[in-house]
């Protein structure tokens, strides 16, 4: 059998660690700095340690229950077409609002 692995995201050190899941665990010690780290979807891609403008748009993300996990456009009834996560926080702020519906709590 295949372990499972997830990328756990550190805010505090701006990086992400693949680690060993069990399928339910949603938050690890950081192993750098051992601030709590955040399970995030495999699509998720770590922006640069510098990129502020992006790390700001993650954690608004972030605080709405966004985590890269698949978020759906309705088409029409049983028809879905996945829909793209926000470039920026602008657009951020309208995706957490359209997609609230897709939000999850870990
Ligand atoms: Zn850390």
């Not at 890269?68 to 049983?78: A, K, L, T």
Request: aromatic share 18%; proline share 4%.
């Amino acid at each position: 059998m295949d372990n499972l692995t997830a990328p756990f995201v550190c805010f505090s050190c701006r990086k992400q660690f693949e680690r060993n899941w069990d399928g339910k665990e949603n938050y690890k010690d950081c192993p750098e700095c051992g601030d709590r780290t955040i399970r995030y979807d495999h699509k998720f891609r770590v922006p640069k340690k510098s990129d502020d403008s992006e790390w700001k748009k993650i954690e608004f993300l972030r605080d709405h229950g966004f985590y890269f996990q698949r978020v759906y456009d309705i088409i029409e009834q049983g028809v879905y077409r996945y829909a793209f996560y926000p470039k920026d926080l602008k657009e951020a702020k309208e995706f957490v609002i359209k997609y609230k519906q897709f939000s999850i709590d870990l």
